[in-house]
């Protein structure tokens, strides 16, 4: 089963991945918002998402490093991979501490602050040619990045309410 979904919050598709393994459904791939399920047990895995602080380093070390610790990783898309442990296993989740969590949410943060960025000048530009030209294929694309950036401002946004968050509980 393919399903399309476009998931601004880690944590959000983190808890989608585990109602779909729930109603069993296990994650086989991940590519651009498709999603490719098989059937299991329902209740067979648990599912994290985590942002790699870069992936250049030895891919097979991390790979070897999580199959030691019974976790598998079920896609990767850039610097975000997708990973479950079988719910037998016992629990799973990648940050228990406080400290680390505020790491995981600072790394999301300036990944998309950078991508905020690279969308505000686009935008611009784009605003700029819309106003020159007229052309209302230019004011199509400037409210479509404009959606977009709202969209990555957005998730910044929760980065940094969840940080604080996390920096109370400290």
């Not at 990973?83 to 943060?109: C, H, V, W």
């Not at 950078?114 to 935008?123: A, K, Y």
């Not at 990045?145 to 709202?150: C, D, K, V, Y």
């Amino acid at each position: 089963m393919k399903k399309f979904r476009l998931y601004y919050d880690k944590d959000e598709e983190q808890d989608w991945l585990q109602k779909m393994a729930h109603e069993g459904w296990a994650l086989k791939n991940y590519f651009l918002g498709v999603y490719t399920f098989v059937p299991c047990e329902p209740n067979e895995y648990i599912y994290q998402i985590d942002l790699l602080d870069n992936w250049s380093g030895d891919k097979e070390d991390f790979s070897d490093f999580m199959e030691d610790s019974g976790v598998e990783i079920i896609s990767q898309w850039y610097r975000w991979v997708y990973l479950r442990k079988k719910a037998s296993d016992g629990p799973f989740e990648m940050y228990t501490d406080t400290e680390s969590k505020i790491n995981q949410y600072n790394r999301i943060k300036k990944f998309f602050q950078v991508t905020l960025v690279i969308e505000v000048i686009c935008f611009f530009l784009e605003v700029t040619a819309a106003i020159r030209t007229g052309s209302p294929i230019f004011w199509f694309f400037t409210v479509l990045i404009g959606i977009i950036t709202l969209a990555f401002l957005r998730i910044v946004w929760k980065c940094n309410w969840k940080i604080q968050q996390l920096n109370r509980e400290k």
